[in-house]
Nanobody, 114 residues
Framework: QVHLVESGGGLVQPGGSLRLSCAAS????????MGWYRQAPGKQRELVAS???????NYADAVKDRFTISRDNAKNSVYLQMTSLKPEDTAVYYC????????WGQGTQVTVSS
């Protein structure tokens, strides 16, 4: 069984930065594709960024050049560095682990507001 715990969310002013972390329990983390998704009120959950087991990354157009996803297999963790934050980045951010099965974290709230 895999358990994912996100942290690092909070309230930040426009133009600010936040770093989200997701810690995974269980084995074989290094073989999983990890992703960050977000869901704003009244909207569908959407992909923000993903990183494969070999380090290949993919970003949503809305966050390219502002967000960076990374992973530390020794710590069973994936990170999302967010810069130049905008009010439209406000959402609950979820961590996802995909292998044979898919697992989700409980989410962390990010609010961008002055």
């Amino acid at each position: 069984q895999v358990h994912l715990v996100e942290s690092g969310g909070g309230l930040v002013q426009p133009g600010g930065s936040l770093r989200l972390s997701c810690a995974a329990s269980g084995s074989r983390f290094s073989t999983a594709t990890m992703g960050w998704y977000r869901q704003a009120p009244g909207k569908q959950r959407e992909l923000v960024a993903s990183i494969t087991s070999s380090g290949g990354t993919n970003y949503a157009d809305a966050v390219k050049d502002r967000f960076t996803i990374s992973r530390d297999n020794a710590k069973n963790s994936v990170y999302l560095q967010m810069t130049s934050l905008k009010p439209e980045d406000t959402a609950v951010y979820y961590c996802k682990l995909a292998r044979a099965l898919v697992y989700w974290g409980q989410g962390t709230q990010v609010t961008v507001s002055s």
